[in-house]
């Protein structure tokens, strides 16, 4: 019995040693997995609280320039777009002929909430690249993109005539997903 209690003590530390290289390992293939997962989902899909309510209450004044400014207000009786932008986005300026057309053709009415810009930075942006927007609120401090649930710009949100969030687009709506996305979702909400 003697020689059972040394043989007994010396398998003990070798199977917390292998049990300790298992325990990263396990770590390791657990947030692999995870980051697996997180790679199949579309970025651009992102939650918004926002979807099936009223807009949030807000009111801005006009970009510099402009003479319409942008309420809560404005947003109700038609389907529109509303879009969150800067001039310091270089993915808005990937969107903005989309805009621009959309305004040419007449297809729906565009507002423009521009985000965290200075006023003149603002007005030559869109005096430079043409203005798309009916109406566009200057949001200074960026408080309404926060109420909106705004993560970054460029985002593009779908307002039914109630005035209540329909679809939110998070980057940049280029003619394809304006194609695949919103202008069906668009002809749905005029019906």
Not at 71 to 88: M, R
Not at 144 to 170: C, H, L, M, N, S
């Amino acid at each position: 019995m003697a020689t059972e209690a040394p043989f007994r003590q010396q398998t003990r530390p070798g199977a917390k040693r292998r049990l300790l290289f298992l325990l990263p390992a396990l770590v390791f293939v657990s947030v692999g997995a995870f980051l697996a997962f997180g790679l199949t989902r579309d970025p651009t899909i992102l939650p918004s609280t926002l979807i099936g309510r009223h807009v949030p209450k807000f009111s801005l004044p006009p970009v510099q320039g402009r003479t319409l400014g942008l309420a809560s207000e404005n947003l109700v009786g038609e389907v529109s777009l509303v879009n969150v932008f800067a001039s310091w986005c270089t993915a808005c300026r990937l969107e903005h002929p989309v805009f621009l057309r959309l305004k040419a053709e007449g297809v729906v009415p565009v507002h423009g909430i521009n985000d965290k810009d200075r006023p003149e930075d603002a007005a030559a942006w869109l005096d430079t690249l043409g203005d798309p927007y009916t109406r566009t609120g200057a949001d200074r401090d960026g408080r309404v993109a926060i109420d909106w649930g705004v993560y970054g710009v460029p985002e593009t949100f779908v307002i039914d005539r109630d005035g209540e969030v329909a679809f939110k687009q998070v980057g940049p709506i280029t003619p394809e997903v304006y194609a695949r996305t919103i202008a069906p979702l668009l002809e749905r909400l005029r019906r």
